[in-house]
């Protein structure tokens, strides 16, 4: 098998791909309830109640203002250099994907430049479908027909990072495997180009969805299937092995759809394997990275990195699917441009329901749904690590929501069309 194919037998064995591709250690529970009304009586005795009131303050302490765009990428920029014993480390890596290892033999996921030119027709404009902080992303086609989406490295990335970021992000593709992350087809490395290839998926972003750029709207159906693949997908990343994934840089726009709505979570450039990041004896990352509004307020203090950032930033995108609203908002008033802030607040009244997306219908099971899933961003945006659930316990949660809230809705399908036999036939009589 060559490096012109995308499956997942084409894995260099050397790179020890996991064999167990969806697997998903835990069954769903179906035992998880909220008590709306006694969160509404605000009487501060709830533990929900307790942990809303200190989030609306970490919102107020913690943020910081956006960019223009309101999703700047932070990068660098509270953090001292990478330690030399570091950069060391990272660089006697280079050999396995360095041109000095040139020669592709059987298995290798080393492109030729050939192929890609060929597949991109030489970088041509027409191919091009994005553009990230790592560079220009394009579409491909290889010659065994498969689709694929080709990043290629700006050069202000090769060179700051010194094909560190680079690296990174291939170690962590070229180990992953899951249904619901992007699959690693290869990479090239040849001069200055950094180049990664990856799995095409075609139905766009999930921002780009909740902005409504693709026409229809994502029902509330199609919203907790997608926040149970990301659930998923990063409980699978946490519980890697021995050494845990950590992503850092979950967001709506590193959500890709596929044309069943399903969700592929990609962009590893930021991610970490905790053994990496955990190998200093004080446990302290060395550089802060991710996107203002789903940053960590605890990781922004204390430089420590943990799976529960990835909790937080999760549950940034559980308050984004339900109000349908970007985590930073500047042009609205005040109160309402931090929008996790805002709609737990909203939660924490009793009053969660004008915090729902407006597009979305108003019914019993989509007012219980939203309660449910504000109450559980609640827990994951808890400033606290320590009192973040787990990301697999977050999946087992929304298995519980979308099992009642598919309930609930065929029942009111139920009583719909009954109501509507039983009009039709009084019309008869
Ligand atoms: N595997 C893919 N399949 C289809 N389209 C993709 C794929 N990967 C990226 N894209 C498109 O390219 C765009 C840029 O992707 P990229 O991951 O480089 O940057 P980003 O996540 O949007 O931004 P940043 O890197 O700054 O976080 C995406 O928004 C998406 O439209």
């Known amino acids: 098998m060559t490096s012109s194919s995308c499956s997942s037998t084409s894995r260099n064995p050397s790179f020890g791909v996991r064999s167990t591709p969806d697997q998903f250690p835990y ?4 035992s998880y309830s909220v008590s709306s009304s006694s969160r509404k009586s605000g ?16 919102f107020v302490d913690c943020f910081t203002p956006p960019e223009p765009d309101g999703y700047k990428k932070v990068e660098d920029s509270v953090a001292p250099k990478v330690s030399r014993a570091k950069s060391e480390r990272r660089g006697s890596n280079r050999g396995i994907y360095s041109n000095s290892t ?27 479908i994005g553009q990230g902080g790592f560079g220009t992303v394009y579409k491909g086609r290889l010659d065994d027909g498969t689709f694929v989406a080709i990043k290629r490295a700006k050069q202000s990335v090769y060179d700051k990072h010194l094909g560190v970021e680079f690296q990174s992000e291939i170690r962590t593709l070229a180990q992953v ?35 409504g750029v693709h026409g229809k709207v994502l029902d509330l159906a199609a919203r ?11 409980t699978y990343l946490h519980t890697y092995t021995d050494h845990p994934i950590i992503h850092r840089d979950i967001k709506s726009s590193n959500i890709l759809l596929t044309e069943k709505l399903r969700a592929k979570v990609t962009d590893f ?29 605890e990781y922004l203090r204390t430089y420590q990195l943990t799976e529960k950032s990835d909790v937080y930033s999760f549950g940034i995108l559980l308050v984004e699917l339900v109000t349908g609203r970007r985590p930073i908002e500047p042009k609205r008033e005040p109160r309402e441009r931090i929008t996790a802030k805002w709609a737990l607040k909203k939660f924490n009244d009793g009053d ?13 099971g989509t007012n219980l749904a939203l309660e449910k899933v504000l109450e559980l961003a609640l827990q994951c945006l808890a400033p606290r690590r320590q009192s973040r659930p787990r990301m697999w316990r977050c999946g087992e949660i929304l298995w519980s929501i979308r099992k009642d809230y598919r309930e609930l809705s065929d029942s009111d399908l139920r009583s719909r069309s009954s109501n509507s036999q039983t009009s039709a036939s009084v019309r008869e009589i």
């Open 224 to 234: 907790l299937d997608i926040a149970i693949d990301v659930a998923h997908a990063i």
């Open 43 to 58: 009487s501060g005795r709830n533990p929900v109640t307790l942990v809303a009131r200190s989030i609306v303050g970490a």
């Open 352 to 364: 969660a329901i004008s915090a729902l997306d407006p597009r979305l219908q108003r019914t019993v």
């Open 177 to 211: 495997e899951h249904l619901h992350l992007v699959k690693f087809c290869g990479y090239l490395e040849h001069g200055d180009e950094r180049i990664v290839v990856v799995e095409y998926v075609p139905n766009g972003t999930l921002r780009e969805h909740l902005d």
């Open 269 to 297: 450039g930021f991610a970490r394997l905790a053994a990496d990041i955990d190998s200093g004896a004080t446990h302290v990352s060395t550089q802060v990275k991710g996107t203002a509004g789903y940053l960590d307020p």
């Open 102 to 128: 040139k020669q592709k033999g059987p298995g290798s996921m080393e492109f030729t430049m050939e192929e890609i030119l060929k597949a991109t027709r030489n970088f041509s404009p027409a191919f091009k």
């Open 27 to 30: 069954s769903p529970i179906s």
